[in-house]
């Protein structure tokens, strides 16, 4: 499975957008980037999803470049209720690799008032 | 209404024990996992099953025995429990394997604490 590389942590304020990136250089052509977060002490919740395109649904977007290198996860109006671990992950879609999701250390949001 | 429920939330019990831990789902999906999230956070699949077939085995100790009843449960037995085995046990399921969205619902957690 393609790895992936987040910031550690980072800080944003309520009320505005977070831009949470996600490097995955060795992305191949049949792998997804999947967006998924863990508030405290909760399972984890799927975000989003993408292969190629942007992506938006009612709680993010998901903007990958071009070369699906990289890409970016948007939460256009960060509340209080954001603060989680966000997972960025890349998922193999053949049946073979089974839906396994493998996921790294994330990136600790908190959205401070 | 809940989608993935697991029981129970909490257990605390000793090493050299026997337990189990169950996970159901009402969400119609066909495959169904296990993870643990161990003490620095990090979350690793055990186990996956698809229609009641073991898909995914990650090199998890045979003491460690998944059972699929049926699709909508996946109970997860560990046997001879060590100190290394606490952690907390998620529990998810999905609507099949391949293919774009196959998005994983997660169950609240089983915090397993050996003593």
């Known amino acids: 499975d393609a790895k992936t590389t987040q910031p550690t942590s980072m800080d944003c304020a309520e009320g505005r957008a977070a831009n949470l990136p996600c490097n995955h250089s060795?992305?191949?052509?049949?792998?997804?980037v999947y967006w998924y977060r863990q508030i405290h002490s909760q399972g984890p919740q799927y975000i989003i999803h993408?292969?190629?395109n942007n992506e938006t649904n009612e709680m993010a977007s998901l903007i990958i470049t071009e070369d699906r290198k990289s890409s970016t996860l948007i939460l256009p109006h960060a509340t209080l209720r954001d603060t989680a671990v966000y997972y960025c992950?890349?998922?193999?879609?053949?049946?073979?690799?089974?839906?396994?999701?493998?996921f790294g250390g994330g990136t600790r949001v908190l959205v401070k008032p | 209404d809940t989608a993935v429920s697991q029981t129970p939330k909490y257990l605390v019990t000793q090493m050299g024990n026997d337990k189990s831990i169950k996970c159901e789902q009402n969400?119609?999906?066909?495959?169904m996992y296990w993870y643990k999230q161990d003490s620095k956070k990090f979350l690793k699949i055990m186990f996956s099953?698809?229609?009641?077939?073991?898909?995914i085995n990650e090199t998890v100790p045979n003491r460690f025995s998944p059972k699929s009843p049926d699709k909508a449960h996946l109970n997860l037995h560990i046997n001879s429990l060590e100190l290394g085995d606490s952690a907390v046990y998620f529990c998810?399921?999905?609507?099949?394997?391949?293919?774009?969205?196959?998005?994983?619902?997660f169950g609240p957690g089983t915090r397993l604490t050996v003593t």
């Open positions: 998810a399921s999905s609507l099949g394997l391949a293919g774009g969205r196959r998005e994983q619902y």
């Open positions: 060795t992305i191949s052509g049949n792998e997804y």
């Open positions: 993408g292969l190629k």
């Open positions: 992950i890349v998922r193999v879609a053949g049946e073979a690799a089974g839906n396994k999701l493998t």
């Open positions: 969400l119609g999906h066909d495959t």
């Open positions: 099953y698809n229609n009641k077939e073991l898909i």
